[in-house]
């Protein structure tokens, strides 16, 4: 079980709005920068956003990252087909040992 | 340009040792800000965060892992090379090597390899 919650699936029609959350477990992620990947199947993932809000080179202004104290999100806008694959978020946690984590996963359907 | 490629063995015995290599051009691994980390995803499952050089020779593992890895650089061949020992049929995954950034706040990675296919099987 991963210190970083998602939800396991979302979906939404092309052209419509999606979002994906991104909450950790019995700690607020306030103090964290997060970070969100994408990956089709069948291929490794990409990077879309960093230090919480900052797109990655390329990356469409569809795809927007924001943060509270309690979770992250990801927002992605006007979706495509293309859209269609898993979301991780990221991040590095330092409240016991320095790690990397990523969170579970959660799957993107466009309808 | 940015590429890394992972290279290593495909099948691997349970209780052997595991050795891959992640090769890399378009930058350095001696520049400041940038390291290399090694991140796994058995078949249908989530990434998992494996171990992390950095610019300094500095390394950081997975704390249920930490006992079975050992990353380590090669700056003038551009390669890092991950070993995990005591392998199990439950270490079958895609292996990546992706260059992390940790030059302004946390860590993240910004490119990845396309990864290896590791099978743990007599």
């Known amino acids: 079980q991963s210190v970083l919650t998602q939800p396991p699936s979302v979906s939404a029609a092309p052209g419509q709005k999606v979002t994906i959350s991104c909450s950790r477990n019995n700690s607020n992620i306030a103090n964290n920068y997060v970070s969100w990947y994408q990956q089709v199947p069948g291929t490794a993932p990409k990077l879309l956003i960093y230090?919480?809000?900052k797109r990655s080179s390329g990356i469409p202004g569809r795809f927007s990252g924001s943060k509270s104290d309690t979770s992250a999100t990801l927002g992605i806008t006007g979706l495509q087909t293309g859209d269609e694959a898993e979301y991780y978020c990221?991040?590095?946690?330092?409240?016991?040992?320095?790690?990397?984590?990523f969170g579970g996963g959660t799957k993107l359907t466009v309808l | 340009q940015v590429t890394l490629r992972e290279s290593g063995p495909a099948l691997v015995e349970p209780t052997q040792t595991l050795t891959l290599t992640c090769t890399l051009s378009?930058?350095?691994?001696?520049?400041?800000?940038?390291?290399v980390s090694w991140v796994r995803q058995p078949p249908g499952k989530a990434l998992e965060w494996l171990a992390l050089i950095d610019w300094d020779d500095d390394e950081y593992y997975s704390t249920s892992l930490k006992t079975r890895l050992t990353i380590s650089k090669d700056t003038s061949k551009s390669q890092v090379v991950l070993t995990m020992t005591n392998m199990d049929p439950l270490d079958t995954a895609t292996y990546y090597c992706?260059?992390?950034?940790?030059?302004?706040?946390?860590?993240?990675?910004?490119?990845w390899g396309q990864g290896t296919l590791v099978t743990v099987s007599s």
């Open positions: 992706a260059r992390v950034h940790w030059g302004g706040y946390d860590p993240y990675c910004d490119y």
């Open positions: 990221g991040i590095w946690d330092t409240s016991l040992s320095a790690v990397m984590v």
């Open positions: 378009g930058f350095s691994l001696s520049a400041p800000g940038l390291c």
């Open positions: 230090d919480n809000n």
